[in-house]
């Protein structure tokens, strides 16, 4: 159905998926007494596969992954399903890895361009507003804990903070921050973002964890419409501020970030002391974007942002 497909690099769980990968994916659609016709490699990367695989009336995606639990996505998925949002449609998963030596979940395919390849900035804007009110509604749904539930589906206990730290950390962002920013001033950001009380959230909410252009599906016609907001991050319980800062990163384009606030308060303006936070996780997260995947012109940039920034607070 599918031929083997070659992987780039030194990868071996990733070369492994793809060399088998036609296998793999009718084992994974059997039990659904599918009769494919075809099935197309869409996407691949050093933590995701996707596959379309198609009959006569219908098209599914198993998307499956040789590095990530996709424990979060899956809990996205479900707890977010039949609340009039626009996610994938989701059919079936397994995260146990006793079929196959990864976990996958299947879903339905769904039609679109992520928006990163639309130019218009009027449509950007326009699709923009719509996954701003989506994420208003989805910020209204409790999650369990915060972070990520294990494959199994439980949560620990533990604090936001402490869920941003480490967060951070798997980025290499603390140990960054000391180097580019100097000690002193370093200190002084990590004072007035994750550890200060601003910051702290004491209901998690369920968040996408990594909203961004790229990240949201579309269809155009006269209009934008979106069709799905896909990939979630590891964070999908949390503060809805955090989804809201990854939103209006400032490598963004500006009709993104103007259209997702616009779209997000258009049920109600935030809180005063919301915008004081908000101003804080934004600072938080666009320090830690550049570090993480900032040029040397950004980086070299950074520290007279952080200081301008932390001169505003």
């Known amino acids: 159905m599918l031929a083997p497909v070659e992987g780039e690099g030194g990868d071996q769980p990733r070369r492994r ?88 979940i299947i879903h339905g395919h769904v039609a679109g361009s992520p928006l990163s390849t639309i130019e218009d900035t009027a449509l950007v804007r326009v699709a923009a507003r719509q996954i701003g009110r989506a994420m208003r509604h989805a910020h209204q749904v409790n999650a369990p804990g915060f972070g990520r539930p294990t494959p199994a589906g439980r949560w620990t206990t533990r604090a936001w903070n402490g869920v941003l730290s480490d967060w951070l950390g798997r980025r290499g962002v603390r140990s960054q921050a000391g180097e580019v920013l100097g000690e002193a001033l370093a200190s002084a950001f990590w004072a007035a973002t994750v550890e200060h009380a601003a910051l702290e959230c004491a209901e998690p909410c369920v968040i996408h964890g990594a909203i961004a252009p790229a990240h949201a599906l579309v269809t155009v016609s006269s209009a934008a419409h979106v069709e799905a907001l896909i990939r979630p991050g590891e964070i999908v319980g949390g503060d809805p501020l955090f989804d809201l800062a990854l939103a209006t990163l400032p490598r963004y384009p500006a009709a993104f970030q103007q259209g997702i606030y616009e779209g997000y308060s258009a049920a109600g303006p935030l809180g005063k002391h919301q915008h004081v936070s908000l101003q804080r996780m934004r600072l938080l997260l666009h320090a830690a974007d550049t570090l993480s995947n900032g040029d040397a012109i950004a980086l070299a940039r950074l520290p007279e942002i952080v200081i301008d920034a932390l001169g505003q607070l």
Do not use: K
């Open 17 to 104: 998926v793809l060399g088998q990968l036609g296998e793999y994916v009718a084992m994974i659609v059997r039990p659904l007494n599918l009769r494919p016709r075809s099935a197309t490699l869409l996407s691949e990367d050093a933590t995701r596969v996707e596959v379309r695989v198609s009959t006569d009336t219908t098209h599914i995606v198993v998307a499956l992954s040789p590095e990530n639990d996709m424990a979060a996505e899956l809990y996205l998925l479900r707890v977010l399903s039949g609340r009039h949002l626009p996610i994938p449609r989701l059919i079936a998963a397994d995260l146990s890895c006793a079929l196959l030596p990864f976990p996958y």
